[in-house]
C-alpha cells in the first residue's frame, strides 16, 4: 500500500507537460485547488475531469499509475464521506431512530469526496512532472519578490523540496521496516484496530532514527560540498519561459475565468 503513494514522485517522460516551466506547473496547480473550492455545483465537476484527463494524456503518465495513489487514502475518504452524510443538518430523506441523511448532507458529502479526489490527483502531477531540482528552482522565482523584504526563499524552496523528495525514501524505507517486523510475527495487517495500532509502536522508533540518520547525512553531504544558501548561487540550468508556457498560463486563466463565471452564474 505505502509504494501506491505518489505524491513526491517523480515519472520521467518526454511529454508536452513535463518541458513546461516549473512555475507555470506551480501556478496551474494552485489554480486548480482554488477552482476546487470555487465549485457550488456538481455538473462543473465535468470540466474539472476533462481538464484532468486532457493533462494526463499529454504527460504520457499511465492513468493506472495515479490512480492508485488514491488507494493509500481510501478510508480517509470514505470518512469524510460518512462524517458529512450523516452528522450534516437539512432535510431528511431517510432515517432510522438517530441516524438520518440529509440531503444537506448528502450533497456536502459528495463535494468532499470529489474535492479530495481531485486534489490528490492535481498534486500528484505536480510532482510526477516535475523533478526536483525544477521544483526548487520554481518556488524560488516565485517567492523571489519576498527576497527584498529579508525572507530566506531559496532556503523555503529547498526544505519545501527536500520534503518532498523523501516523501518516497521515507515510504520504502518504512515498508522495509514492516517487512522486518512482520518476520519477526508483528501483525500489520490484523482486522483488530487496537492491535495494529499497538503494533506500530515498534514500527515508529526505527523510523524516527532513520529519518535523523538521513538527515544528517544529507547536511554533511550539503556541507562537504560547501553549500551556503542561495546568496550569489549561480544555476547549471536557467528556466526560460517559452511560448508553450506562455500558451499554458493563457489556458489556465481562462480555466478559471470559466469556474468563476459558473460560480455566479
Given amino acids: 500500500m505505502l509504494k501506491d503513494i505518489t505524491i513526491g514522485q517523480y515519472y520521467p517522460t518526454n511529454s508536452i507537460i513535463h518541458k513546461l516551466d516549473a512555475r507555470v506547473k506551480l501556478i496551474a496547480t494552485f489554480i486548480f485547488m482554488v477552482s476546487l473550492f470555487i465549485i457550488n455545483k456538481f455538473w462543473p465537476y465535468l470540466i474539472v475531469v476533462g481538464s484532468l484527463m486532457a493533462v494526463v494524456a499529454m504527460s504520457k503518465i499511465p492513468s493506472k499509475y495515479i490512480i492508485k495513489g488514491l488507494k493509500p487514502l481510501r478510508w480517509i475518504i470514505v470518512f469524510t464521506f460518512v462524517i458529512n452524510i450523516f452528522f450534516l443538518p437539512g432535510d431528511p430523506?431517510?432515517?432510522?431512530?438517530?441516524?438520518?441523511?440529509?440531503?444537506?448532507?448528502?450533497?456536502?458529502?459528495?463535494?468532499?469526496?470529489?474535492?479530495?479526489?481531485?486534489?490528490?490527483?492535481?498534486?500528484?502531477?505536480?510532482?510526477?512532472?516535475?523533478?526536483?531540482?525544477?521544483?526548487?528552482?520554481?518556488?524560488?522565482?516565485l517567492l523571489n519578490p519576498l527576497r527584498k523584504i529579508g525572507f530566506p526563499v531559496h532556503e523555503l524552496a529547498m526544505m519545501m523540496t527536500i520534503a518532498l523528495r523523501f516523501i518516497p525514501t521515507l515510504l520504502d524505507e518504512t515498508d522495509k521496516i514492516m517487512k522486518a517486523q512482520?518476520?519477526?510475527?508483528?501483525?500489520?495487517?490484523?482486522?483488530?484496530?487496537?492491535?495494529?495500532?499497538?503494533?506500530?509502536?515498534?514500527?515508529?522508533?526505527?523510523?524516527?532514527?532513520?529519518?535523523?540518520?538521513?538527515?544528517?547525512?544529507?547536511?554533511?553531504?550539503?556541507?562537504?560540498?560547501?553549500y551556503r544558501g542561495g546568496y550569489n548561487r549561480t544555476k547549471m540550468k536557467q528556466s526560460i519561459m517559452t511560448k508553450a508556457d506562455y500558451i499554458a498560463y493563457a489556458i489556465q486563466f481562462i480555466y478559471l475565468g470559466v469556474i468563476v463565471v459558473i460560480r455566479f452564474i
Avoid: H, Y
Fill in 93 to 141: 430523506i431517510w432515517s432510522f431512530g438517530f441516524i438520518k441523511i440529509t440531503s444537506q448532507g448528502l450533497s456536502q458529502a459528495v463535494f468532499m469526496a470529489l474535492r479530495l479526489i481531485f486534489l490528490v490527483v492535481g498534486t500528484s502531477l505536480l510532482t510526477l512532472t516535475t523533478s526536483p531540482i525544477e521544483l526548487t528552482d520554481g518556488i524560488e522565482k
Fill in 182 to 226: 512482520m518476520s519477526r510475527g508483528a501483525d500489520f495487517e490484523s482486522k483488530n484496530i487496537i492491535n495494529r495500532a499497538k503494533n506500530l509502536v515498534p514500527l515508529l522508533i526505527p523510523l524516527f532514527i532513520s529519518a535523523f540518520r538521513r538527515a544528517d547525512e544529507l547536511a554533511m553531504a550539503m556541507e562537504a560540498r560547501c
